[in-house]
């Protein structure tokens, strides 16, 4: 099923539905281990100013070569923001993948749907990859796509909360009605949770807060790649219908000891 | 010159290239974008891209982000 199962995405073929993350590492020197033992081959970084008093950060330096990078807009409050920082982002020369993140929502970091379709627009047109960050909303996933969206990603809970799939009917949705890829990023807190996504359909899922601030990151990344693996072979082989009655498992005739004529 | 470097201004000597800066603030070009007066300088005309008075530059890198 592996070989056939792949995920078709800005021109690369995936066999691991799990996208990472580099942020809220206590040692970034985890985070080759933590590819690893995940199995992504999607992850995502930031930019930021280098420190003029200390030099540039680099976390490029831990980042397996095989993986494709997914830099975020982070940052942008607005959709020229998000343009300027994805153009940045790409002079790298690492790439032309871009996760638009459009937030300035410092409470909950929820996404500005209006912002991100403004520069999901201008950023297609200029051949980007994009993947936007966004509310699961049907009419915002609708723009996304029209404006040249590779896949949407909408969250499950805030960024960092670990809620899990709090907006677990609107995925839903999202997966019933658009043709394009949905990949579940933000607020997946536990495996079970990725699997759960999976389950119902989505592509692939990112996760970043739950692996990193594990007490053990690179056995929790283990299990986030198993988990999305179970999800995604769960999905495929159909799952059953749910109902409000008992179904037996067993044969209901043929008990010992019955009286003639059955139950 | 005058030269404001990720917000800060700072006072330079005349004369000094695009990669000099980064040099000059300990950062490696290779993992360095830039951007001068809004404009993006890709990192092969870093030697060649000379500061001027009241020029101001963006100096950035990847970091660790979800």
């Known amino acids: 099923m592996e070989q056939t199962d792949t ?8 066999t691991s539905r799990l996208f990472t993350g580099t942020g809220k590492y206590g040692d970034d020197g985890l985070i080759p281990a933590v590819c690893e033992a995940s199995g992504s081959q999607v992850i995502t970084v930031a930019l930021r100013r280098v420190d003029l008093d200390k030099g540039a950060d680099n976390v490029m330096r831990h980042i397996p070569g095989h993986m494709t990078l997914l830099p975020n807009t982070s940052g942008a409050r607005t959709a020229d923001e998000a343009v300027r920082i994805a153009r940045l982002a790409r002079a790298m020369g690492c790439g032309n993948w871009i996760k638009i993140e459009v937030i300035s929502d410092n409470l909950y970091l929820l996404p500005d749907g209006y912002e991100t379709v403004r520069a999901t627009e201008i950023l297609a047109r200029e051949g980007f990859v994009v993947l936007p960050y966004m509310n699961p909303d049907l009419y915002v996933a609708r723009s996304l796509a029209n404006a040249g969206a590779a896949a949407i990603m909408p969250l499950g809970a805030p960024i960092g909360t670990n809620r899990g799939l709090r907006t677990e009917e609107m995925i839903r949705i999202l997966i019933e009605e658009m043709s394009l ?5 933000a607020g997946i807190g ?4 990725a699997c759960q996504a999976m389950e119902m359909g989505a592509h692939a899922c990112l996760v970043n807060t739950a692996i990193a601030t594990a007490a053990d990151p690179i ?7 198993q988990a999305v693996q179970a999800g995604r072979r769960a999905y495929l082989a159909g799952l059953g219908s749910v109902a409000a009655l008992a179904r037996a498992s067993s044969p209901l005739t043929g008990f010992l000891d019955q009286e003639e004529g059955g139950i | 010159m005058r030269v404001i470097v990720n917000g800060r201004e700072m006072m330079l000597d005349g004369g000094l290239s695009l990669r000099d ?5 300990h950062a490696d070009p290779a993992v360095v974008v830039a951007e001068l007066n809004r404009n993006i300088v890709p990192s092969s005309a870093f030697s060649e891209t000379m500061l001027q008075d009241g020029d101001r530059v963006e100096l950035l890198s990847f970091v660790g982000g979800g």
């Open chain 1, 181 to 185: 890829p949905i990949i579940v990023d």
């Open chain 1, 7 to 14: 995920f078709e995405l800005g021109g690369r073929a995936l």
């Open chain 1, 219 to 225: 056995g929790m990344a283990r299990a986030f790649g």
């Open chain 1, 190 to 193: 536990t495996p079970s949770q």
């Open chain 2, 21 to 25: 800066l980064i040099a000059s603030v």
